[in-house]
């Protein structure tokens, strides 16, 4: 039964903007740190689905060369990130967004 | 052709790399790494901190050589692309690329006194500070959106521990994460722009961009106008735009006074040389799409970064808030797209960074140990107990309000200029309403440091060192503003050559 559904791009594209969404969106609600840190990563990947997606719907490589650079960047920033965040954490055993609040706003 | 097969083809046709296109870059990164492996294998502590200093140093130096290379190939021969297309080499980059080393240079003078007082001596800030460079750098010629994500890349993280890199103060690491979550946030939604856009047009090269957007016509533009708009949200998030300013004032406020002095005028020439770029120049076609979206930002910016400043008491987050409406008196340039417009923005930029790096720079100072001194209070009576850093602030504050005979007045005389040329009056009328009340931001301070002591404790009164480093870095800076001042036609011209030949590549399409 599922065998005969056609799987289009925009399948893809569609799941990636809903994964975009949700990463924003959590981003925005959850006052974790490491889970905010895991909404970017989600919309990291989002943009990467989207960019192989295009890829394949256009046959052009550049979009799937572009994934591996993203990645990279991914792990640079997770790199950075953790760190800061780990610092902090040393400070004050606890990674709450809200109670990070010395600086007004 | 599978996508296997052209990957295997694509394989054998390596793209030539043109060393001179990327020397700058190259050279600011070999010397960081330079710094950083110094750091690894030298013992002896002292002379690591001396000699990654002059190794930061004589690597920007080197870099601005290489840029005047540069130039010179590019006004003899004319702008070119190179490394497959993935970089410009041309005016437009050449000039961004000046403003970037200018603000570097005079970055790395004036931090040297400051970790010396701060007890924060660390090889790594240096590397670090040339590895934003680099990205800054590669910004202002990347010819690809994925060179212009890479690049912005490279110039946060880096920016990211620089903001934090003041271990013992609570606020520096709280901006630190902050500057993190809100810039990765910002770059998440700009390469999911480019996603857009790349399915949009097939192509993430802004010449192919242009090109296969002037040859077709678009029946269905809903995913390419969705990615212009998230590209321009990303980028606005790096110039702190309004409504994307959010994270400035704090991370202003809490990060080490010379990254901010560094960071304030670099970051925004590298992300307005993108916008200019993608926008004015890729997306050239679609200005009736694009141009509200900017003008929105643009008075947006200046409304709220004018009066939120009004409000503030302490003096970095006075000057953040400022910032966000110099980065709306820039977007007026951006808005209007023509030459002109452009000439003006690339001139704003260079003005810009000037006045806010010498601003930064005396804060720094009056700051004293702990870099926490920074409430208006703090400034009362400055002048008496330092009339020399008081002028300075003053001669910084009133261009940055732009007063006559300084750098700000023709950066805003100009932009204005293009505005009212192009019929854009609405938005001239909202800048000049913004920098009456910037103005009174301005004055709210230098009335503070001339106040007379009687006034009230005179808080300013115990006098501080200024070293040599930051007082050298002070008076180019404050000769810049002075020179852009009374002889703007200088660095006019050298904006308006850039964008000619920025035009000019853009058409060509090698």
């Known amino acids: 039964m599922i065998a005969a559904l056609d799987i ?41 689905l989207t960019f192989v997606t295009f890829a394949k719907a256009l046959d052009d490589i550049g979009g799937q060369v572009i994934v591996f650079f993203t990645l990279v960047v991914a792990a640079a920033e997770v790199a950075v990130g953790l760190a800061i965040i780990v610092a902090i954490f040393r400070r004050r055993q606890d990674v709450t967004a809200d109670d990070v609040s010395a600086l007004r706003g | 052709m599978t996508v296997l097969a052209q990957a295997l083809d694509a394989a054998v046709d390596t793209p030539r790399v043109d060393w001179l296109a990327i020397a700058p870059e190259t050279v600011l990164f070999g010397a960081a790494v330079a710094i950083v492996l110094g750091r690894a294998l030298a013992r002896r502590r002292p002379l690591v901190d001396e000699a990654s200093f002059l190794t930061a140093l004589v690597g920007v130096v080197a870099a601005g050589v290489f840029t005047f290379v540069q130039w010179v190939v590019v006004d003899g021969d004319g702008p070119y692309q190179a490394i497959a297309g993935m970089v410009a080499v041309d005016g437009f980059a050449v000039f961004v690329r000046t403003v970037v080393l200018i603000a570097t240079f005079l970055g790395l003078l004036l931090s040297a006194g400051y970790l010396r007082r701060e007890g924060l001596e660390a090889p790594e800030y240096h590397a670090l500070m040339l590895c934003s460079a680099t990205g800054m750098m590669l910004m202002a010629s990347a010819n690809d959106l994925i060179v212009v994500f890479l690049a912005l890349e490279i110039l946060s993280i880096a920016l990211y521990v620089l903001v934090a890199f003041d271990r013992r103060r609570v606020t520096s690491q709280e901006a630190g994460l902050k500057y993190f979550l809100l810039g990765s946030f910002s770059s998440a939604v700009l390469l999911y722009g480019i996603a857009l856009v790349y399915g949009g047009t097939g192509t993430t090269n802004l010449t192919r961009i242009a090109r296969f957007l002037a040859g077709t016509t678009l029946l269905e ?120 417009g452009t000439t003006a923005a690339l001139y ?25 001194r920074h409430e208006l209070a703090d400034y009362r009576g400055l002048a008496g107990a330092q009339p020399v850093l008081a002028a300075l602030l003053t001669l910084f504050l009133l ?29 001239a009328l909202v800048g000049m ?48 503003v002075l020179f852009l001042g009374l002889l703007p036609d200088v660095v006019l011209d050298f904006a308006r050559d850039a964008t000619q030949l920025l035009a000019a590549g853009g058409r060509a399409g090698a």
């Open chain 1, 8 to 48: 289009t791009p925009t399948y893809y594209l569609v799941v990636a903007a809903a994964l975009f969404t949700i990463g924003g969106v959590g981003l925005l609600v959850r006052r974790n740190t490491l889970v905010m840190f895991m909404c970017i990563e989600l919309m990291l990947n989002a943009a990467n």
């Open chain 2, 221 to 340: 533009e809903g995913v390419l106008l969705t990615g212009l708009v998230l590209m321009l949200v990303g980028l606005g998030f790096k110039v702190a735009a309004a409504p994307f300013h959010m994270w400035a004032p704090d991370v202003y406020q809490g990060s080490p006074t010379p990254v901010v002095s560094f960071m304030g005028g670099a970051t925004k020439a590298a992300a307005f040389a993108a916008i200019l770029r993608v926008y004015a120049g890729a997306f050239e076609l679609y200005r009736v799409d694009w141009r509200p979206a900017v003008w929105a930002l643009a008075v947006l910016s200046l409304v709220v970064g004018s009066v939120a400043a009004l409000v503030q008491t302490d003096v970095k987050r006075m000057l953040a808030y400022s910032s966000v409406a110099h980065a709306g008196y820039v977007l007026i340039g951006v808005q209007v797209g023509n030459e002109a």
């Open chain 2, 348 to 372: 704003y930029v260079m003005a810009y960074t000037l006045m806010v790096f010498g601003a930064f720079a005396v804060v720094t100072v009056v700051g004293r140990r702990g870099d926490r």
């Open chain 2, 399 to 427: 261009a940055q309000a732009g007063v006559p005979l300084t750098g700000g007045f023709v950066a805003k005389l100009s932009v204005f200029d293009a505005a009212v040329d192009a019929g854009q009056y609405w938005l």
């Open chain 2, 433 to 480: 309403l913004a920098a009456a009340v910037s103005a009174f931001v301005y004055l709210r301070i230098v009335l503070a440091m001339y106040a007379p002591e009687d006034d009230g404790p005179a808080v300013a009164a115990r006098p501080v060192r200024v070293d040599l480093a930051a007082a050298v870095a002070l008076a180019i800076a404050a000769a810049g």
